[in-house]
């Protein structure tokens, strides 16, 4: 079945830098969105990406189905940055797998 | 905006306790969902519905049941809660045919 991965489990940065995330699945998936988990547990919606690139402010996403991997850029970090970031793919049983996320800690 | 709603963010019930979980959603959303989010394993899909009165089981069932008796209502409940269903509980919902979720803001249960 579908795997999804992502790289690295843990970033410390200090706050202006940038970032990429990385979210490699397995197979051939039709959908994949990346989520921000706040330090309160709430799951805020990034993008939804099945392909190609989108871009919201000082946030973009990549994905290359074909290649099987999807990139999170963050620009200019920001301590609200903060948090754990998750992308989560479905397959074509529709069975939805989330990665184990990225812990992103942004030092001021 | 889509909002999606949790009864309690956080709860503390006892062993052999019957526990309600209800989420809310205002968007007439088809699909709704329930995970658990543990440490070192990510989120787990527990049960999922595609309409009213409908259910599904995702990977970890065991130990839950769910109620949908109105469309913008989906209720978890645990029979006799264990202390190893001391979880995060996220609900999410989504349009009917469309993989993008939303998520509401998670119960803190704790079972002692």
């Known amino acids: 079945g579908i795997q999804v991965e992502q790289s690295p489990p843990d970033l410390i940065l200090q706050e202006g830098a940038n970032s990429t995330l990385r979210c490699n699945f397995s197979?051939?998936?039709?959908?994949l969105q990346w989520f921000h988990q706040n330090p309160w547990g709430q799951l805020i919606n990034l993008f939804y990406?099945?392909?190609g690139t989108k871009q919201n402010g000082r946030l973009s996403a990549t994905t290359v189905a074909t290649e099987r991997y999807s990139l999170l850029y963050i620009s200019s970090s920001q301590t609200t940055d903060s948090g754990v970031y998750f992308c989560?793919?479905?397959?074509?049983?529709?069975?939805?797998?989330f990665g184990k996320g990225t812990r992103l800690h942004i030092l001021p | 905006d889509v909002k999606v709603t949790q009864s309690s963010r956080y709860l503390v019930k006892r062993t052999g306790e019957k526990v309600f979980l209800e989420c809310v959603q205002d968007?007439?959303?088809?699909?709704m969902f329930w995970y658990r989010q543990d440490p070192g394993l990510g989120l787990r899909l527990i049960y999922f519905?595609?309409?009213?009165?409908?259910?599904e089981k995702g990977d970890i069932p065991e130990g839950y049941s769910v109620s949908r008796e109105k469309k913008e209502r989906f209720s978890l409940i645990l029979e006799s809660a264990s202390t190893n269903q001391t979880s995060m509980y996220l609900c999410?919902?989504?349009?009917?045919?469309?993989?993008?979720?939303?998520f509401g803001p998670g119960t803190r249960l704790t079972v002692t």
């Open positions: 999410a919902s989504s349009l009917m045919g469309v993989f993008e979720q939303y």
């Open positions: 968007m007439d959303h088809e699909n």
């Open positions: 197979d051939s998936v039709n959908n």
């Open positions: 519905s595609y309409d009213v009165k409908m259910k």
């Open positions: 990406i099945p392909s």
């Open positions: 989560a793919a479905r397959n074509r049983d529709d069975k939805i797998i």
